[in-house]
């Protein structure tokens, strides 16, 4: 199954790098993340509790990140598994500098799950998949525009929602104009 | 006899009870003690199992046991398939998988616990090792070389591979005036029995006696495999199926669940039940249809078929189930229709894929055969420019030709389709219908009509060709009160057998049809039967009732004529009663007959027999005096019963004609039916209302293949249509008025005549309506439409052309 599709960010390109490679940031900013351990370069272990519906449950997997291009590329490799099934995966992302202080991140990955979510879930995940995409980066837009020696930002699921209409409301009327 | 009850529309007795909620379904039986089974399965299409942890599982509250592959495969024989082709290839199929899984669904684990929550939680709590193995998903790449290979041992994936027909198929398409071609696909459908399958079973130590109730269709052969497969005395195996929420040939089924817990309960020394949840249902109960071909067919100009090949990949899943291989080999006995066709051959490649197993579902390869010969017929129809109509007319044999051999090397006892034919024709005014679909076109409407016209095998059937024996059974007793009890070796499970089976009897023996009760499903009550699948219960199972009535008749005649002093000859039974006949009537006359109500009878005894001077007596009077056994003739055995095990000579071949009427919309794709007409003509009808019944259901069911259902397995073998979110199953406002009518042409197979209707809906309907969705976008130049038939297809059809033809 296919995701894709594009964020923007209202932060530098280096800050959203930095942010992107950085574990204790991810955990906080991937919806439902638990645990995120370094194992090895590049490769960390999660404990992730996600869903689609009502079928939800805590995965266990590991997450790589290949082809590093610092600030412009990653590729990122993912495999876990849970009582809703499982599900591995592998995407690119890309970070484009669209001017002063502005970052658009395109994702494009293929994505394969089993069990229950599969036969349950499978046509909703798409959009469960874009809402966790959203709720990611609106997060990590947060954490992009901190400044260092700040305590970081709060994410929790309400803030989150707020940063990302608020987000949506500046597109809008930025598209008015 | 006198017919008071068959031909009526009498009411199914079955309904009061499970309208108001009191029927008894396997989970409405509640034992004290019951521990409940959840099963883990697997989540991956095909893999190994380096190992189970089942230790957490173990610690969690409520939980009793839990049972691995291991400890239960080596304990039960393997599932059982019935089905004998010749090299056909099977599959060691164990109830619990051991080193491997083979299909999303396959169970791995049984968990037991208090009550039902419990077990499925401590399921989550099992961690299977997996290795990814490589999947076959696609049914006609399982049979090419190189394809990964399921079944390591045997070489490749196809299980088995068969050629049947008759005549010379290569010079029939070499002669043929035109040869066509068409790839025919008949998709996989899950069964959606409303009620899932249910298991309870109870052993009691003392008795040593292993009690399974289950939602099957065939109680007694379940027995029997049963007993095979746990290794214990048949004779202490107790087989009950209390009501059953439909089958549709998914519960004509031994399943690894029902050995599973009655083992599970010899061993725990309790109860245990587990119901099949609704994601259970689409994963691991078998699917139906599953065929993949081409057809060739060769005509001459005037639209007579000379020949027809069928070369058919079979998706028969990782496993057989009971008669999995068997079901393509109905498609073949088929694939005459209701024509004349010289030369029909069919090659089926049977492949082992990994998915749950194909199987039995309402049709079980017939409504596969009549839909490649419907199509077939209105492609040469297409070809040729005739009317559907008139080339279905050119191909049939007329009545005089019956009994009508086929190439397929059946033998049509009956049948008058023309008759069927004319009917649908007059009711639906299919002149006019032409007419309007012409005035239609020419206002840029879409309005297409298909016939089919289908003849089926019921009856299954003569037991030469069945598997496990193709008769029925039945037990007519009267009861020293009177009442009538039969037992049925049939499993009627909605069918209405309760109602007709008694119609039958109060009419031939002149009784209320409130006196009569019929039993079934009880392995310990009924003697052994076959069951309810294939159109069969009453053409074979109600032949059976009526011939044991008769049996029982005879030996009430001469009882009769014992206490009456007369001779036999002398007695004629109308409306319930033996009366003396001609010159001993006008003598006894003058005797008056006393009149006795059984009401006045001391409470405590037994009435004595009233039988002192009468001129007639009563089945009732008779009954009683069987039981006493005072009065009857020397060397008569007491009692009043007669069993009688009907084995019929042939199938039987009820027919028809459907016509579907469909108009598209031309923005949104959808298929609206304007007029659906059948006419039918299962033999004689008992009651009219379940025929109607049958058909309504038939037809529905054939609706969500032409129109909804697709089983549909993604690229890594996970199933994607895993609940009735994604499985589309017709809703009631998708079902047009359905305009139904019969022709009645009884057959000589069995003395009632009837020929069976269960399935004749799925048969006959589902190319009608594909035929009218063709027809209705014929004037883009399409011939033939692949099922289902969803908006999304006859939208892209219609606006491409729209846009491309400048509209």
Redesign the interface.
């Known amino acids: 199954m296919k995701i894709e599709g594009t964020h923007e960010l209202r932060a530098a390109r280096e800050r959203v790098w930095q942010s992107l490679v950085d574990p204790s940031v991810l955990q906080r900013c991937i919806p439902g993340c638990e645990r995120l351990e370094q194992t090895g370069e590049n490769s960390y272990s999660t404990i992730l509790r996600a869903g689609v519906g009502s079928i939800k449950?805590v995965f266990q997997g590991n997450v790589r990140l290949e082809d590093l291009r610092p600030p412009a590329h990653y590729r990122l490799v993912v495999d876990g598994k849970g009582?809703p099934?499982?599900l591995k995966g592998a995407g690119e992302l890309e970070l484009e500098e669209m001017g002063e202080g502005l970052t658009v991140i395109k994702y494009a990955g293929d994505v394969?799950?089993?069990?229950?979510i599969?036969?349950?879930g499978?046509?909703m995940i798409q959009g469960a998949a874009k809402m966790m995409a959203s709720q990611f980066f609106t997060a990590l837009e947060a954490e992009a525009q901190t400044q260092a020696g700040e305590p970081p930002p709060q994410h929790g699921f309400f803030r989150t929602a707020l940063r990302w209409l608020s987000g949506l409301l500046r597109r809008i009327m930025r598209g008015s104009k | 006899m006198a017919q008071k009850y068959v031909g009526q529309r009498v009411k199914r007795t079955e309904d009061p009870r499970l309208i108001k909620g009191l029927g008894h379904y396997v989970d409405d039986i509640r034992l004290p003690d019951t521990l409940h089974v959840s099963f883990l399965r697997s989540?991956?299409?095909h893999a190994r199992i380096s190992g189970v942890d089942v230790s957490e599982a173990l610690k969690a509250p409520g939980v009793v046991a839990v049972y691995t592959g291991r400890d239960a495969a080596e304990k039960i024989g393997p599932v059982p398939c019935a089905a004998a082709l010749p090299d056909l290839k099977v599959p060691d199929h164990r109830v619990l998988a051991t080193d491997r899984v083979y299909f999303?669904g396959h169970p791995i684990a049984a968990v037991v616990a208090t009550d039902r929550y419990a077990a499925r939680d401590a399921v989550?709590l099992i961690t299977v090792d997996y290795e990814e193995l490589p999947v076959v998903v696609d049914a006609e790449a399982a049979a090419l070389e190189g394809s990964p290979v399921i079944h390591e041992h045997f070489g490749d994936n196809i299980a088995y591979r068969l050629t049947a027909g008759e005549g010379d198929i290569e010079a029939a398409l070499a002669s043929a005036d035109r040869r066509l071609k068409q790839r025919i696909i008949n998709q996989r459908l899950a069964p959606v029995a409303m009620e899932p399958r249910g298991v309870l079973a109870r052993y009691l130590p003392g008795e040593e006696e292993l009690t399974v109730w289950s939602s099957t269709q065939i109680p007694h052969l379940l027995r029997t495999q049963l007993a095979l497969m746990i290794g214990m005395p048949e004779n202490k195996l107790r087989v009950i199926t209390p009501e059953v929420g439909g089958g549709f040939g998914s519960k004509l089924n031994v399943y690894a669940e029902e050995a599973l817990l009655g083992w599970i309960a010899m061993q725990l020394g309790r109860p245990v039940k587990w119901i099949e949840t609704r994601?259970e249902n689409?994963?691991a109960t078998i699917h139906g249809r599953g065929q993949v071909g081409e057809i060739k067919i060769g005509c001459r100009e005037d639209g007579t078929l000379t020949g027809l090949r069928y070369n058919v990949v079979a998706d028969l899943g990782a496993y057989h189930q009971l008669l999995t291989p068997a079901i393509p080999t109905l498609t073949g006995l088929m694939l005459s229709g209701c024509y004349k066709i010289p030369a029909i051959q069919i090659n089926v490649t049977g492949v082992f894929t990994n998915k749950v197993a194909t199987d039995a579902y309402r049709g079980a390869g017939r409504p596969e055969a009549t839909y490649v010969v419907e199509r077939a017929l209105d492609l040469v129809a297409a070809e040729l420019g005739l009317d559907v109509v008139e080339v279905r007319r050119r191909n049939f044999p007329k009545p005089d030709e019956f009994p009508f051999k086929t190439a397929t090397g059946l033998f049509y006892d009956t049948g008058d389709y023309e008759a069927a034919l004319d009917k649908a024709l007059a009711n639906s005014d299919y002149t006019k219908l032409r007419e309007e679909q012409k005035r239609a076109r020419e206002e840029g409407r879409l309005v297409g009509i298909g016939v089919s016209t289908y003849v089926e095998i019921c009856a299954l059937g003569p037991s030469q060709a069945m598997p496990a024996g193709g008769w029925e059974s039945a037990t007519v007793r009267i009861e020293p009160t009177g009442k009538v009890t039969i037992l049925t070796g049939a499993s009627p499970h909605g069918q209405g057998q309760e109602t007709s089976f008694a119609q039958i009897a109060a009419d031939e023996l002149g009784v209320r049809i409130g006196d009569v009760t019929v039993i079934h499903g009880d392995t310990a009550i009924v003697q052994y039967g076959i069951g309810t699948f294939g159109s069969r219960a009453t053409a074979v199972g109600g032949t059976a009732v009526y011939i044991a009535i008769e049996r029982l008749k005879e030996k009430a005649h001469k009882i009769a004529a014992h206490i009456l002093g007369a001779d036999a000859s002398s007695l004629a039974f109308s409306e319930g009663r033996y009366s003396l006949t001609g010159a001993q009537v006008a003598a006894g006359a003058e005797v008056p007959e006393p009149v006795v109500p059984v009401a006045q009878a001391p409470a405590a005894a037994l009435p004595e027999p009233q039988t002192e001077g009468k001129r007639s007596l009563t089945l009732q009077d008779i009954a009683l005096a069987a039981h006493l056994a005072k009065e009857l003739p020397p060397d008569m055995e007491p009692g009043l019963s007669a069993t009688y095990f009907f084995e019929p000579k042939n199938f039987t071949f009820p027919f028809g004609t459907h016509i579907a009427v469909v108009e598209i919309e031309r923005d949104t794709g959808e298929i609206k039916f304007q007029r659906y007409v059948a006419v039918d003509d299962c033999g004689r009808v008992i009651n009219p209302m379940l025929v109607d019944g049958q058909i309504h259901g038939g037809i529905v069911q054939a609706l969500g293949q032409a129109l909804y259902e697709e089983v549909v397995y993604?690229e890594?073998g996970?199933?994607?249509?895993?609940?009735l979110?994604?499985y589309a199953v017709p809703r009631a406002k998708m079902i047009p008025w359905l305009e139904l009518d019969r022709t009645e042409t009884p057959t000589p197979v069995n003395p009632l005549g009837v020929k069976g209707v269960g399935e004749a809906g799925t048969i006959g309907a589902t190319p009608a309506i594909v035929a009218a969705v063709v027809d209705a976008l014929a004037p883009f130049g399409v011939r033939h439409l692949d099922m289902p038939i969803k908006p999304e297809t006859v939208w892209r059809i219609v606006s491409q052309q729209t846009s491309g033809g400048g509209r």
């Open positions: 449950g009582q099934g499982f394969q799950v089993g069990g229950t599969a036969s349950v499978q046509r | 989540m991956y299409a999303v989550d994601r689409m994963q993604d890594q996970q199933l994607v249509t895993g609940t979110m994604d």
